[in-house]
Structure formats: structure tokens, C-alpha cells
């Protein structure tokens, strides 16, 4: 299994950025999709999770501001985040349950500038 990350930038506080990561490999139902960050000296937390029966979860910093959504016949699921904030800045990693096996992809950059 791979994920594959994209999006991540540069981008101005307040503005917008959608980050998507796709999943090959897979021969099994997703459970869980998501996306966690991380900023150096901290560790990682949890961004927002969708499961496969529709629930999603987000962190309290960034509700009312990004979206999560899965298109899973592409096995893919996105990001959007927007109202960006000085402290969004980290490297945001996707993540995936299947069955008992959890899976993470490379990490791509997110940069807002205040």
C-alpha cells in the first residue's frame, strides 16, 4: 500500500490550499481516511478523519475551516482547508485504516505566511 500526497505550498493567512492524497495498492475496503500534521518539536496530531460509514472527526482548531471528503472509488481523500492561519504551518501526512492496518503517506508541506 502507498499513499501519495499533493497540495502542500506557500500560501498567504487567510487563504486557501486543498490537499489530496491517493491510495494504491489497496485490494481492501478503507475503513478510515485522514489527515494528521506535524511541527517540529511537537507531535502529531490528528487533522480530521472520515470513516467509511460517513462519520468525520476534526481537531477544535480547525473546525468551521477545512473539509474532509473521500471519492472512494479513487481511494483518494482530500483536504480543503481554508481561512488559513500562521499556525496551520506543518507537514500534513494522510493516513488510512484497513482492518486492523493503518497506513501513512509522505508528508507534504504546508507553509502560511502571516
Known amino acids: 500500500v502507498q499513499l501519495q500526497a499533493s497540495g502542500g505550498g506557500l500560501v498567504q493567512a487567510a487563504g486557501s490550499l486543498r490537499l489530496s492524497c491517493a491510495a494504491s495498492g489497496v485490494t481492501s475496503s478503507i475503513n478510515v481516511m485522514g489527515w494528521y500534521r506535524q511541527v517540529p518539536g511537537k507531535e502529531r496530531e490528528m487533522v480530521a478523519r472520515?470513516?467509511?460509514?460517513?462519520?468525520?472527526d476534526y481537531a477544535d482548531s480547525v473546525k468551521g475551516r477545512f473539509t474532509i471528503s473521500r471519492d472512494s472509488a479513487r481511494k483518494t481523500v482530500y483536504l480543503q482547508m481554508n481561512s488559513l492561519k500562521f499556525e496551520d504551518t506543518a507537514v500534513y501526512y494522510c493516513?488510512?485504516?484497513?482492518?486492523?492496518?493503518?497506513?501513512w503517506g509522505q508528508g507534504t508541506q504546508v507553509t502560511v505566511s502571516s
Open positions: 493516513h488510512i485504516w484497513i482492518g486492523w492496518r493503518n497506513y
Open positions: 472520515l470513516s467509511s460509514n460517513g462519520r468525520t
